[in-house]
């Protein structure tokens, strides 16, 4: 065994651990953003608003999408699309697992139309996606079909990743808000707190970044 692969070996686990806690903590963030009521993040718009409409678990809704983007990566891919991407299948039905999870717990706290309690919850979701993001994307697994969606339309246009990526979530959140309209006669799960969510998160994450930054360099010279 090689040292490179015996250290792979070694860190395994505990990369392993933060994915899992990362998506978790994330699902969390997403549920305190449902029952802000003030609209989910980009991407969870499309899981949401077909809860709102038929009464589907957003959870297995969620899945579904995940496995869905899956299936785009093939047809766009085609031999370019590696076997282990079939992996964010299973993370997919993960991240629906978790979400169904946190959203139970989520419907034990009293609604509220409160507007000071409202847009904290909203905060309290950036926060906690944004940390969440911090756990899961270093951890260097396997990404979101979500995330593996816009890159394999970034390789195969020869797009930037962050350009696929804002319209991508522009996409989402226009089909969502049409859906609901048609359907609900409201934006249902589009919000302002669905346009927060997509300015801030990366402003938060950063930030995080930035302090735990600071923190580790204090504690070496201490």
Known sequence: ????????????????????????????????????????????????????????????????????????????????FRPFMLLQVPAGIVFGWFTSLCNGWADMIPKTDNFVIQPLLQLGSILLVAIGIHFYLPANIIPLAGEGIVSAISSVFHWSFPKVKVGFDISAVTLSAVFCLIMLGSLGSVGIGTLLSALLTGTVLAYIEKLLLIFRKKKKTE
Do not use: W
Not at 7 to 31: C, E, H, Q, V
Not at 38 to 65: E, H, K, N, R, W
């Open 1 to 80: 065994m090689t040292e490179k692969t015996s250290k792979f070996g070694k860190d395994l686990p505990k990369r392993l651990l933060k994915y899992f806690f990362g998506l978790f903590i994330m699902t969390a963030g997403i549920s305190l953003s449902v029952i802000s009521d003030l609209g989910v993040s980009p991407l969870s718009t499309i899981p949401y608003a077909v809860t709102l409409y038929c009464g589907f678990d957003m959870g297995l809704g969620t899945t579904i999408m995940h496995a869905f983007f899956v299936l785009m990566q093939i047809v766009l891919l085609r031999k370019n």
